[in-house]
C-alpha cells in the first residue's frame, strides 16, 4: 500500500507552472535574439558597397542564380561571383562579434 500511494502522489500544479514558465521564458528570449541578430545583419549588408549589397541581396534573399543576377544588375559573371565573395567575406567580418550566438 505504501508503494502504490508513493506512485499517486501527484506533483503540485505550481511545479508544472514553474516549469511552463520557465520554457515560454526561454522561448521569448530565443525569439529576441534570433530578431536582434536579423536586425544586425541587416543594418550590416546595408553598409556594404552597393555592387556588393545587390549582388548578397538577390543571391541570397531572393534566391536568383548568378545569371538572373547578370541578366538584373548587367554586371559580367566574374563580378558578381567578386561582389558576392567579397560581400560574404565582409558582412562575416563584420558580424563576427557582434552576433549574439
Do not use: H, W
Amino acid at each position: 500500500m505504501k508503494i502504490r500511494k508513493k506512485s499517486l502522489d501527484t506533483v503540485p500544479a505550481e511545479n508544472y507552472l514553474n516549469i511552463l514558465n520557465d520554457d515560454i521564458f526561454k522561448e521569448v528570449k530565443e525569439k529576441e535574439k534570433t530578431e536582434n541578430n536579423i536586425e544586425k545583419l541587416e543594418n550590416a549588408i546595408n553598409k556594404l558597397p552597393d555592387e556588393q549589397q545587390m549582388c548578397i541581396k538577390l543571391f541570397y534573399l531572393e534566391d536568383k542564380s548568378y545569371k538572373e543576377i547578370c541578366d538584373i544588375t548587367g554586371f559580367n559573371d566574374k563580378n558578381v561571383k567578386s561582389y558576392i565573395q567579397n560581400g560574404k567575406r565582409r558582412l562575416k567580418i563584420t558580424l563576427n562579434d557582434q552576433l549574439d550566438v
